[in-house]
């Protein structure tokens, strides 16, 4: 018994140091962590499998706590604040419809509906 463990754990090493070298092409992630005493919120937009970007959030991370992300996605964050600040108004220059599931929030770009009618397939 002893000598079959020795062995399992000696075939298991090549595996492990080519895990390290091969396994480098995984996705990465990201860490956000809340170091001060407000909520502070966050959304993240991303290009999925099917060229379609997905809008997702509003996940609130608590002060002290935090939270991993892919690094492919791209992140907003904002922070609760008992006076918003005054913010100027950009005009839009290109339109982009969006359709929005009910959710915390899931937001697809669409060039036609079929995408939200098919949220399911859209491999999130």
């Known amino acids: 018994m002893r000598k079959s ?28 962590c809340n170091y001060i005493n407000n909520r502070l919120y966050m959304a993240q937009a991303y290009l999925n499998t099917k060229n379609i970007w997905v809008s997702q ?20 964050f904002k922070i609760e604040e008992e006076q918003a600040a005054p913010r100027p108004i950009i005009p839009q220059s290109v339109q ?14 669409a060039s036609d509906a079929a995408v939200c009618d098919n ?5 999130l």
Not at 17 to 24: M, P, R, S, V
């Open 5 to 32: 463990l020795g062995l399992l754990l000696l075939s298991l090493i090549p595996w492990a140091i080519a895990d390290g070298f091969w396994g480098a092409s995984r996705i990465q992630a990201g860490e956000t």
């Open 57 to 76: 959030g509003w996940w609130v991370i608590e002060p002290g706590q935090c939270v991993v992300y892919a690094d492919h996605a791209s992140t907003y």
């Open 96 to 109: 982009t419809d969006l359709c929005v599931v009910n959710d915390r929030f899931t937001v697809y770009q």
């Open 119 to 123: 949220q399911d397939g859209c491999d």
